[in-house]
Each structure stands twice: as C-alpha cells, then as structure tokens.
C-alpha cells in the first residue's frame, strides 16, 4: 500500500507532542515565515528555522516527549530505521525525513547502534515551483553533459533537484531522469504524471551503476555526492553517456575542489557547468561557472 | 408447589452460573494461549521481515482474538490500548506481563524487540499451559459446587 505524500508544516507539527506544535505554531506566526525546520534537543528550548533565522520557542523538550516524538516518527517501530538511524536520519513513510543524533556504539570504528537520543531536526520539505527553470535551459542545451550544484547546508540543494526534476521530466521535456533517492527526499513531494524512476533508499554509487544498466536513462539526479566511490560512479555513467545532475556541500568552486576526489571528478569533464546556490525571497540565485575539458571558463550569474 | 418451583429456580441458577465460570475459565485459557500466539508471531515478523507494527498488526488474525475486541482495538489504537482491554480477561500476572510488553514494543531496536517477544510468548504459553493443566480439576468444582449447595439449601428450605 502506498501512503500518501503529504509535506505541510501540519504534517510535520503532527509527531510533536500537542503542547510543542502549539508553540512552534506560535512562534512561526510571529515570523510570517515558512518553517523549514524544527529543532528539538532534550531539556533544550525547541528551536525552528524560517529562512535564515533560527527562532527560539517557549517550550522546551523533556526526555519522555523526545521518545514519544521518536516513536511518532518510526510509526512505532523504532527497528524498523536502525539502518538509517544509524545513518543519523528517520524517514516517514509519508517522506518527511528528521535527522537524530545521540550516543553512537561503535565496534570497529563502525556505528553499530545510536542510542539516547537527545536531537531530532524535522525537516520540512518545499516546492518551489519554476524556481530552478534557469538550470533546465541549461540541462536541455544539446551540449550538456552535466552539473554540480554546491551549496553550504541547508541552502536548498535538494529543493532546487527536486524543481529540476518536476520540469524536465514534464512537457515539453518529458526527459527519462533516474533519481537515486538515497534518502527519500527528492521524489516524495513531486506528483505523478512525470518520467521519473526513483531508486529509492540505494546506495549512490549502487543506484547510479543500476539506472545506468536497466533503466536506459537520459539524466541522472544525485543528491549529495560525498565519497570517492560516488564521484568514480558520477564519471562512469558519464563514461556510459549519461549526463549526471548531482549536488554536494561547499560554498566555493575552491572549496569544492578541496576533496581530492571532486577535483579529479571536475576535470574529468563529467560537467559541463558549476553552479553555486543561494536562496533569496523564495527564489534561487545561481553562479553558473562554465566548465570546459580543460578547466573553468567563467563565472555567469542566474537571479530571479 | 411454589417450593418445588423456587427450588428448581435455584438449582437451574446454580448450574447457569457454573456453566458461565466454566466458560470463562476456557475462554480465559483460550486468549492467554492466542497471546502467546499472536506475541510469538509478532517476533518473527520483525526478526525475519522487521515490519512495521502496523503492518503486522493489519495482516494478523485469530478467531479467539478478533472476537474478544483486542485485534479491532489493536488494529486502531495501537498495543498498548488493546492489552488494557484484556486485563479483566487475564490472571493478574498476564495481564501485568503483557501490558509491559505492549508498552516496550516498537521502542527499541531488533535485537531488545526479539528478546522482549521471546520472553512474553514464553511466558504467556507457561502461563496458558498451567492454566489448561488445572483447568480439569476447576471446572469439576465448578459444575457441582454450586449445584451441590443449591441442592442443599432447596432440601433445608423444604
């Protein structure tokens, strides 16, 4: 059975404790701003984030509401997310996904379990419809062989993949794009009537290799790329002429150049352009840095 | 005449009477024994496919259980609701058992879920066992107990 994908402040609000969703309510009136999100630390003030600003609530989370929240969030089934809980993050079914964090037990250098949880950080998924239209024009250029969009956290890396998605995999593009949906964030809030294959919940480098050898896709969509093993999958399917849209954390080109296996993937020719993200007003700004075989060519600015 | 009457009255009150706590001890035997069941299924559901609960709740049925109210409670208002709905139907002990269980399951990882499910199907079926063992003995006591005392009282009232 299919649960339906529901991403309002509401939803979110609904694996609170009443008495917490209330002053979240309260303090995201105050700021007439859209929540993007809640922070809840054990014996902590409950914090929310609209837009930049992270806004203190008068209400704190006790120990027993951060179980319960917990528990709201696994749909009682706490064992069902040890994998990604130990991953530091808990998806809905409905899609909406939360990071934790607490005590990690490691063997081997490997997390085995997480527990006494004491932060959870719900965050709420938006559509910003035509927000990303800039980029598209540049994806469907007969030239295009691919992008990295960077970004410090939290800027809207994924927002923007996810609007690149809804348009070109719609008319007039109705491009066959396959989505590795590591972490079920992408493709929960587009709709139906689109060309996407979601490989939902694979691994990176394993989704990719898989949407390139039975999926026949015209573009890949990743979300951040954060490994050696990611970037060499990146260049294969570039290698199988497959263009990949990805994303990755930095706030430079030089930063992002910084990991070693980002600068090899970079001059490997796999992207045909970089573009950096920053959110403004509801809308994306975007540098566009034109990547050529031999290196990068200039610097073009995309405002709303 | 009216006597005779009333004393029938008495005796047939006194065999109802048996006959319904001999019911109720098989019925209560009955559901001990389906929670054993319905716990240990629980337990190889998460430890084989780790479901969630309610998936396993929605794909599981017994008789026994759906009559008593506790898998339509269950099904609606998740375990802990329903194992409150059957402590009047459970010794003191079961009941105690399983509203514990009821209260921890889904709030730990496989491994504490296993072990939690082990130790209460273990100890529902010791407990429905014992109750079946003795259960021959009760109900002997209950079919002619009350009949024997109601037969006495008619023959001092007579």
Redesign the interface.
Known sequence: MTQKKNYSEEYALSFLPVRIAECVRKAAALYHGTVGEIRLRTDCPVFITVGRKNIQCAAGCTPDEM?SVL?AL???????H?ETIKEGYICT?AGLRAGVCGRAVTEGGKII?VTDITSVVIRIPHRFPGAADGLCRIIADRDFRGMIIYSPPGEGKTTALREICARLAAKPYSLRIAVIDTRFEICGALGGDLTIDALEGYPRAKGMETAVRTLSPQLIVCDEIGCAADAAAVEESFGAGVPCVISAHASSLEELCMRDYMKELINSGAFSCAVGLSPKDGAFVFDVTELGTSGIRETERIAP | MIKIAGGVILILCAVLWGRERCAALRKRCEITAALGAFVRYTGERIGSFRDPLDVIFAAYSDKCLEECGFLPVLRESGALAAAKTLSASLTEKDARTFISFADRLGGGYEESQLALCTYTASSLEQSAAGQEQAMGEKLKLYRLLPVLAAASAVILLI
């Open positions: 179980l528990r696994c749909g009682n089934s706490l064992y069902c040890s079914p379990s």
